[in-house]
């Protein structure tokens, strides 16, 4: 009998585009539905699912599946430490409250950092500058800068929401 061998490379991406997409979708609710956070609710919408680091699993200790938190290159350290805050409300909003009952549904992941980078993610476009890890910014063409689209004068304040002026002067790296 000849057996068939079957590609699982377009499903093991699909799977992984639905689970960031998953992800995307509970900090996005998070941040609209939580009167410390909703400050940021423009700024999320504007990273979208692309501004999600991807997940690769592994077996924990005690046997659980616990999860490595792969980062985007492109991420700045200040727009990380807000997406990790943003999943520490999400995991003290599923915790029952006190006399009552435990929330129903699955469970957040268990995320837990690394220092894995995806180099390979693609930055949404139009983001305040600081968004973007500077390291990162400088290793781009200018043709690449141009078509990242990001506000070149805006810095994002990560403590209310807001956009102030800022200035970055890039280094030509164009080869003669």
Partial sequence: MHKTRVCLQPFLLAFAYLACSKLYTSRADCVANDDRLVAHNDLMQLIGSQGVSSDESDTGLEGQKVYRMISPAWRSEELADLM???????????????????????????????????????????????????????????????????????????ENGRTGTVTLDFIDVSVN
Avoid at 107 to 132: F, K, M, T, W
Avoid at 146 to 154: T, W
């Fill in 84 to 158: 990790r805050s943003i999943d520490s409300t999400i995991i003290s909003n599923r915790r029952p409250r006190v006399g009552h009952r435990a929330i129903r549904g699955q469970e957040p992941r268990q995320r837990i950092p690394s220092d894995l980078v995806n180099e390979d993610a693609v930055a949404p476009p139009g983001l305040p500058l600081n968004c973007y890890k500077e390291s990162w910014l400088m290793s781009l063409l200018p043709s690449e800068r141009n078509k990242l689209k990001a506000i070149m004068n805006k810095s994002y304040n990560f």
